[in-house]
């Protein structure tokens, strides 16, 4: 059995460089939502969405959680029929609903 050299590693090129106008452009470009939930929900796409951190009180969360449960369920089933996060959404939008019409913009 012969035993020969192990095969040469070849040398890596280097990277291209890129612009940081090309990563920026890249990273701006974004990519599909994955989430059911996203794919769902109706929304104007030629709005961007920004996210932000709301920090609430663990009194205000069950303030919160028992205001939803007292809603009637869309159907017969136990099941709850909004969500923490849209609860939230809901009340973001009916606030700014009525600064709209106390402000009349």
Known sequence: MA???????KVPETPPVVSEEEITKVINKGGSPVNKLAKTRTRDKTKPIRAIAVSLTSEEIDSIIS???????PSRTKKI???LHD???EAVQEK???????YQM
């Open 87 to 89: 609860w939230i959404l």
């Open 96 to 102: 700014i609903e009525r600064e709209r019409k106390k």
């Open 81 to 83: 029929p909004i969500s």
């Open 67 to 73: 205001l939803r449960n007292q809603r009637p369920s």
């Open 3 to 9: 035993v020969s050299a192990p095969p040469k590693k």
